[in-house]
């Protein structure tokens, strides 16, 4: 529960401390005393959007404390230890936030994220707002409060989830599958180009080799008679070259005797004689294997030329042909892998889908289990609030084959009469303006019977009643109070006597004080609320009467 507020510099609030106890306590004051100033800075504590016309004028910063006891939150006690956020039995929220718009948040000392701060929020503490009956008629919220008093929060949340997720995969497949449609034409034209270049021989392309063949077929007359031509002179002349360089070798041997250094002269030309020997050897072979082919020059001449056309087909090198031919099978294999994925994506949604409906069935099962409970326990509450022929009931219509949808499968309508003889018709075509607050009440009275959380804030929920109703509901407040804490801002007499403990909200000289009221004057500030700012003996008595009723 929360034991302790602080604030410091947030709006009219210079510096406040308030410590509270178990039980029911009341808040009250004239309207303008800053009463607001409170319930704004818990929200602000527990992760709602700060802003910085919020720091008080001359201030750097405001800042706002709480501290929650966690002998009774084991949910709150378990989520801090997971998150390392653990220190002993209580747990301590500050928020601040600077002049220039920066905002910090911490947990027991530790930096937090707001989403962190909210999470953790929504385990310690619930304020429900004097505007609630206006949500009331909102089917998001009738929905949120059968969920609420079912305590099916988490599957709901998991329906949500599963509906999004559905969605989401369900685009991509859509995209996909429109993008496969589109790409067909592209498929076939790459197949179209594969085969070309394979028809073509382009795979296993030697272009500079073909190149040279061609070049030496073209050529061969020419080869032929330049081959035999320096094969007579090199060796069947009367004067071939080998011939000459014999004879000078043998010359010069003759004289190396006299001349010693000719001998190295007489080795280059041995060297030599024996490269003319293989250079002939060479030639001979080249003449060996010199045939004219005019089919086979036919052939590479049509090849060549094929080749240069789907190199300009393609805008590349005729040498490059291989590589794009590699190219376009990858591209072809994207398209290939992209039915692959497609292939998955609809699997994806067939299980998103069943786990989808199985969550969703389960929950509308749950859904209408716990509306015949809550309307039950609503009507019994509409009876006491002073709707004696008041009867309640939530309409739950399920629709199996809807696709899925975060609010899943179920249709789910509050209906009210009022009026002995009439049938259930929509709650926000029935009920006026009185009737829906305490309508309200009634359902934040019952979800909260069976919620966890340890702090309960209602901030004038009792607007438009009056009378013995108030009283009536003074007492549900006190009861809710009796195994949780309930703070109530309240400008009702019959509620504020209800309660186990009671605070003035006050302001004095452009500042906002809380004051906690002893018995008399707690009795005094009752007198006021009952008749205003002139307190007489007989509104002091009444107060006195009041009070006694809770003693």
């Given amino acids: 529960m929360l034991t302790a507020l602080t604030i410091r510099d947030l709006a009219v609030v210079r510096h406040l401390d308030l410590e509270f106890e178990p039980g029911f306590?009341?808040?009250t004051g004239e309207t303008g005393a800053g009463k607001s100033i409170l319930l704004t800075a818990l929200g602000l504590a527990l992760g709602e959007r700060a802003d910085s016309d919020w720091v008080r004028s001359g201030a750097d910063r405001a800042e706002v404390i709480l501290e929650f006891a966690l002998d009774r939150t084991p949910e709150a006690r378990r989520w801090l230890r997971d998150n390392d956020l653990e220190s002993g039995d209580a747990c301590l929220i500050r928020r601040s936030i600077a002049v220039k718009g920066r905002s910090r948040a911490f947990v027991n000392?530790?930096?937090?994220?707001l989403q962190t701060l909210q999470t953790l929020g929504r385990q310690l503490l619930e304020i429900h707002g004097q505007h609630a009956h206006l949500r009331l008629r909102h089917p998001a919220e009738q929905r949120h409060l059968l969920d609420l008093h079912g305590g099916h929060q988490e599957l709901a949340h998991q329906v949500v989830d599963l509906a999004h997720r559905w969605r989401e995969t369900r685009t991509r497949w859509q995209r996909l599958r429109q993008q496969s449609a589109d790409q067909s034409l592209k498929e076939e034209f790459l197949r179209f180009q594969i085969r070309e270049l394979e028809q073509a021989g382009v795979e296993n392309l030697d272009y500079d080799a073909l190149?040279?063949?061609?070049s030496q077929l073209a050529n061969l007359d020419r080869i032929l008679a330049a081959t035999?031509?320096?094969?007579?002179e090199l060796y069947d002349s009367e004067t071939a070259v080998i011939d000459r360089v014999d004879q000078a070798i043998r010359e010069l041997e003759t004289v190396c005797r006299w001349a010693p250094r000719l001998q190295e002269t007489v080795e280059l030309l041995s060297s030599a004689r024996i490269q003319l020997e293989e250079a002939g050897h060479g030639l001979r072979q080249q003449l060996d294997g010199l045939e004219a082919d005019p089919e086979r020059l036919n052939h590479l001449d049509q090849l060549f030329g094929r080749l240069h056309d789907l190199a300009r087909k393609?805008?590349?090198?005729?040498?490059?042909?291989?590589?794009r031919l590699q190219q376009l099978r990858r591209e072809l294999d994207g398209l290939a892998d992209r039915e692959q994925e497609l292939a998955e994506l609809e699997a994806a949604?067939?299980?998103l889908e069943q786990r989808y409906r199985q969550a969703a069935e389960r929950l509308s099962r749950l859904r209408r289990e716990s509306a015949g409970k809550l309307a039950g326990r609503i009507t019994a509450l509409m009876r006491d609030l002073g709707m004696p022929h008041g009867e309640f009931h939530i309409a739950v219509e399920t629709d199996g084959d809807a696709d899925p949808r975060p609010e899943g499968l179920d249709r789910i309508e509050f209906l009210v009469t009022t009026n002995p003889g009439l049938s259930p018709r929509p709650l926000a075509k029935v009920a006026s303006g009185g009737e829906l607050s305490r309508l309200s009440l009634a359902l934040q009275v019952a979800c909260s019977e069976n919620r966890p959380v340890p702090t309960l804030v209602f901030d004038e929920v009792d607007t438009g009643i009056g009378g013995g109703v108030a009283e009536i509901v003074g007492r549900h407040l006190r009861q809710l109070g009796g195994d949780r804490q309930v703070l109530c801002v309240t400008h009702l007499p019959q509620v504020a006597a209800q309660a186990h403990h009671h605070y003035l909200v006050e302001k004095q000289v452009g500042e906002t004080r809380v004051v906690p009221l002893g018995d008399e004057s707690r009795r005094r500030e009752i007198a006021r609320m009952l008749g205003g700012l002139k307190i007489t003996a007989q509104t002091l008595a009444h107060a006195?009467?009041?009070?006694?009723?809770?003693r």
Avoid at 211 to 214: K, V
Avoid at 544 to 550: G, N, V
Wanted: net charge negative.
């Fill in 349 to 351: 949604l067939r299980r």
């Fill in 211 to 214: 190149e040279e063949e061609f």
């Fill in 109 to 113: 000392d530790r930096p937090v994220s």
């Fill in 25 to 27: 306590t009341a808040l």
């Fill in 544 to 550: 006195e009467e009041m009070l006694q009723w809770t």
């Fill in 228 to 232: 035999q031509q320096q094969l007579h």
């Fill in 314 to 323: 393609h805008q590349v090198d005729p040498r490059e042909l291989p590589q």
